[in-house]
């Protein structure tokens, strides 16, 4: 049974690895496509916008179609159509057409497929979900990893539309592969709670402890985002963008390093908070982040400081996407888990508005990133205080209130 268990770790890790790159190398398209299409940064980030709150809207009802269609059918169904996303983008030839296809089917595609490896995983691993959550979205972070370099050279060799088709194809090949080796466990494999236990969503939503969660995610998700989305021109502003470190250039050293931080803190967090408790690892982690910004601010002409620091950055952001899940559902159970982690998900669909085109806007508004880095920074220490001082008695009492504290 640990052998199956493991197995089906390692499917849902490529899984979520095919499809991060839409998310994670968007910042690289981003200087030629606002050639092309000649739009402003501002316009250009509503693509990325789409994508991301496409991918978090649509999560409660993916929750939904996971209980009556096997998660192995709708995960292949969204990587077909993440890769397919990237095949129709090569072909457009304006701005309205890119948020259709890399914002609108990207989005759909990569939630579809988001939300069903993390519920599945967590179904595999009841006893740490922490962890599982973590390793999950330790695919999605890292997947990208190994696609940056070669996405790199090959737009800077045959330009972004041949790019995009070629690994449109590359993505749903790879994804469909990895998914058809996924499988829901039995009872008997899982040893996971019974599905009773636990609130059912319409409960869940009517409380001020899932919304003081959700108010979280989304100013942690808004930070993380905007990094994410703007690195490029981050690069830029900061004269390193052409700089070179070893030998390599430094945006996609950064932005290779940022992926692997990206991926060992959301496993590397949920394990340690599987230990010592969600809030204390959250405030720990948030306030990381904080500092992390801080001194990339204030180091920013530096190209080693550069990309040593966005990894650092990332080390104190991605694990989000491991200690909210894990948290949401040791204090609201099993019975409506898919669901309730859907909403709680579409914090990430707002974060990716104030991080990508209202950042991009305060940016051009203000004419640095003083401003916009300022906010992201009091956001983060804002969300590591609420984790100790609110959300930890909240749901101190809530679950003493209920009878599983």
């Known amino acids: 049974m640990i052998a199956v268990k493991w197995q089906q770790m390692i499917a849902g890790l490529l899984c979520m690895g095919a499809i991060s790159s839409p998310q994670y190398v968007w910042t690289l398209f981003t200087p030629v496509l606002k050639v092309d299409f000649s739009a402003s940064a501002a316009a250009l980030q509503v693509t990325f916008s789409l994508l991301i709150v496409l991918q978090t809207l649509f999560s409660p009802i993916q929750g939904w179609i996971a ?10 169904a969204g990587i077909v159509l993440t890769g397919a996303s990237w095949i129709a983008t090569a072909q457009v ?20 497929v988001y939300v069903g490896v993390v519920s599945l995983l967590m179904q595999w691993f009841p006893k740490n979900r922490g962890m599982a959550a973590g390793a999950a979205a330790a695919g999605y972070g890292m997947g ?3 696609t940056t370099f070669p996405i790199s ?21 790879a994804g469909v592969l990895a998914a058809f080796f996924l499988k829901t466990p039995l009872a008997t494999q899982s040893e996971q709670e019974p599905s009773g236990i636990g609130f059912t969503t319409s409960y869940v939503v ?18 993380g985002l905007m990094v994410t989305s703007q690195l490029a021109q981050i690069a830029s502003d900061f004269g390193v963008a052409h700089l070179s470190i070893l030998g390599m250039a430094a945006l996609p050293l950064a932005m290779t390093l940022d992926r692997i931080a990206n991926g060992v803190t959301r496993p590397l967090f949920g394990w340690v908070s599987d230990r010592m408790g969600r809030e204390q690892t959250m405030a720990f982690a948030f306030t990381l982040e904080a500092i992390a910004l801080t001194c990339w601010l204030a180091l ?8 040593l620091l966005s990894g650092v950055v990332f080390l104190g952001w991605g694990e989000i996407f491991s200690l909210f899940p894990a ?41 640095n990133w003083h401003l916009v880095f300022g906010l992201a920074i009091g956001g983060d ?25």
Do not use: E
């Open 67 to 76: 209980k009556h269609i096997h998660p192995r059918s709708l995960i292949m």
């Open 93 to 112: 030839h304006s701005l309205t057409m890119l948020y259709l296809t890399y914002g609108g089917l990207g989005g759909i595609g990569t939630g579809i």
């Open 144 to 146: 990208a990893m190994v």
């Open 153 to 173: 050279h090959l737009l800077a060799a045959s330009g972004w539309r041949t790019t995009m088709l070629v690994f449109g194809f590359v993505m749903m090949a």
């Open 206 to 223: 009517k409380t001020p402890l899932f919304w003081l969660m959700f108010f979280m995610m989304a100013t942690m998700a808004t930070s």
């Open 300 to 307: 920013s002409n530096h190209p080693v400081a550069f990309v």
């Open 327 to 367: 948290t949401l559902t040791d204090t609201f159970g099993t019975r409506d888990a898919s669901r309730n982690y859907g909403l709680l998900y579409m914090a990430q669909g707002v974060g990716a508005i104030f991080g990508g085109p209202l950042a991009a806007w305060l940016h051009q508004t203000s004419g």
């Open 381 to 405: 220490l804002l969300t590591a205080l609420l984790a100790f001082a609110v959300l930890r008695p909240m749901r101190r009492r809530f679950m003493q209130g209920h009878g599983h504290a």
